[in-house]
């Protein structure tokens, strides 16, 4: 699927790979909103096309998002039921923030998410292919 740019510039690639969707997010204007906004259209995908795994790639510009924020995003994941019964990996951008999103990972686990944080491709793809279920 080609991705469409937003008023914010910010775009979602999404591609199908043997036995999960791929979505990239992409540029931004490192707004709150804008982030939701992908994470809600990769969600529609994942409705749409009946996945059942997933590898988020977030390539956003902007800094880190605050606490409150990212109990938000977790929150409107845990609300969007295109994640409902989704495996899915989220790689994130600078290895700096990692511990940071990490407890996002918790989060998600609280509210029913099986999801994982990630800071490279390979890893993820490892471990939505064959890891713990």
Known sequence: ????????????RLEKRPGYLRAVFEGGDGRLETMLRCWNEAGDAMRAQGARAAMIVDRLAGEQVTPEQQRRVVTT???HGGFAGVRFAYVIRPQAVFAFV???ELLARE????????????????W??????
Do not use: K
């Open 1 to 12: 699927m080609s991705p469409q740019q937003d008023e914010a510039g910010a775009r979602v």
């Open 77 to 79: 994941i845990a609300d």
């Open 102 to 104: 990490e407890s996002a």
């Open 111 to 126: 509210l029913g998410l099986e999801g994982r944080v990630f800071d490279t491709e390979s890893d993820a793809e490892l």
């Open 128 to 133: 939505l292919r064959h890891g713990e279920r």
